[in-house]
């Protein structure tokens, strides 16, 4: 973690002067889940992240990983498929950067549709770059922004 503290008020955001009623560190599925309920009910919101947006479902977890095991199932189904009389099955790995291109891609996609594009339509979200930090000193939360 780099950078200093500041205070998480809006004019280090949005130019405004009321501060926040929500702060949510981490914008992965779960932060952008609370972010987005908490515009809905009418709060101003900080939302924190650090690291690729859309944390780990869709850039390193579900999304990936589904991808390349639904691949590989239709290499093990073809090899199976003889398990039954009459039946051969064949399919092979021809172009492994193929499919891992074609994986990258579809990450991209989501994280661009399901969380960058989201941004804009919730202008009482602002979106802040740089590791979260709670300071309970003074009872506010400040985040510590690598400017
Ligand atoms: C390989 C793999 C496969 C998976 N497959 C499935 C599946 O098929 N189905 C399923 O339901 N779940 C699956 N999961 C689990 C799923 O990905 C997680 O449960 C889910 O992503 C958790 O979401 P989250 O928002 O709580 O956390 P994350 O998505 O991890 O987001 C947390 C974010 O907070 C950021 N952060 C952390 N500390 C700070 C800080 N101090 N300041 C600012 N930001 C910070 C992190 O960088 C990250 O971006 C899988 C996980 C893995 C690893």
Known sequence: MGGSPADCSPEAAKGGSEGFDLAVIGAGSAGFSAAIRGAELGARVALIGHGTIGGTCVNVGCVPSKT????????????????????????????WRALVAQKDELVSGLRQSKYSDLLPAYNTIAYLEGPARLAVHDFVTRWALNL
Request: charged share 30%; aromatic share 4%.
């Open 68 to 95: 390349l095991i639904r691949a590989a199932e239709t290499l093990h189904q073809a090899e199976a498929a003889s398990r039954f009389a009459g039946i051969r099955g064949r399919a092979d790995l021809e172009d």
